[in-house]
């Protein structure tokens, strides 16, 4: 399942922004932020509650409310995105070749470090 809709993505972004629990009425301000019509409590718990559903989300009790939190972090949920859309083709290899082509030199060689490392022998990756 997917994130799907900017309201459920503008909720995800407020929670990793966070790095905390929130309750609904913390989420409003950020999620309502630059919102040309911003959206009802109701309408934030409602889509929230989505979120604990397709397992995006997971709520602890407070008092008489929830408290929401991401299941994974944002960096773990890009990546498994990703790897879900790489899953989802036969021949990789011109797919990420295209990825690469891409990015930004940075990230490039960013992304290039963290590979070398990963094919490293055991022996070198106990040294970094």
Excluded: C
Excluded at 46 to 69: C, E, H, I, M, S
Excluded at 104 to 120: T, Y
Aim: hydrophobic content about 40%; cysteine-free.
């Amino acid at each position: 399942m997917t994130i799907a809709g900017p309201l459920e993505r503008s909720i995800m972004e407020a929670l990793w922004d966070a790095g905390k629990p929130l309750l609904i009425r913390e989420l409003l301000a950020p999620v309502n932020a630059g919102s040309l019509k911003p959206s009802a409590y109701t309408t934030v718990q409602t889509v929230a509650d989505r979120l604990v559903q397709k397992g995006f989300l997971f709520r602890t009790p407070d008092r008489n409310a929830w408290r929401y939190t991401p299941t994974s972090s944002r960096e773990d949920h890009v990546a498994q995105v990703m790897a879900a859309a790489l899953a989802d083709t036969v021949d990789r290899g011109p797919v990420l070749a295209r990825f690469a082509e891409t990015i930004d030199p940075q990230d490039a060689h960013r992304l290039l470090i963290e590979l070398a490392r990963r094919s490293a022998p055991a022996h070198e990756k106990q040294r970094s």
